[in-house]
Nanobody, 116 residues
Framework: QVQLVESGGGLVRPGGSLRLSCAAS????????MGWYRQAPGEQRELVAR???????YYPDSVKGRFTISTDTAKNTVYLQMNSLKPEDTAVYYC??????????WGQGNQVTVSS
């Protein structure tokens, strides 16, 4: 089964930027649409970005205009560029497939903390 490893998180001040990476051990193209998710303490995991194999993207209103998802199929990597970060963006971020039917095991996630 494909394994996913997230990296790039950390501590950033409000208004700052971070780029997360998600490296897959196999072809992300075969996985289909990919998504970035986050889970804050005491909250359910939520989708923050989705990209299809055709490049179509979706963002919820909470991050629209600030987050950008992209892929590099040659590197089997999915990225999440996060700009204008807010304290409410603080969470553990994960990548995985968008469809449940192609879902793989969740990785360890990456902590993003937005604080002054």
């Amino acid at each position: 089964q494909v394994q996913l490893v997230e990296s790039g998180g950390g501590l950033v001040r409000p208004g700052g930027s971070l780029r997360l990476s998600c490296a897959a051990s196999g072809s992300i193209f075969r996985l289909g649409a990919m998504g970035w998710y986050r889970q804050a303490p005491g909250e359910q995991r939520e989708l923050v970005a989705r990209i299809t194999t055709g490049g179509s993207t979706y963002y919820p209103d909470s991050v629209k205009g600030r987050f950008t998802i992209s892929t590099d199929t040659a590197k089997n990597t999915v990225y999440l560029q996060m700009n204008s970060l807010k304290p409410e963006d603080t969470a553990v971020y994960y990548c995985n497939t968008f469809l449940l039917t192609t879902r793989v095991a969740w990785g360890q996630g990456n902590q993003v903390t937005v604080s002054s």
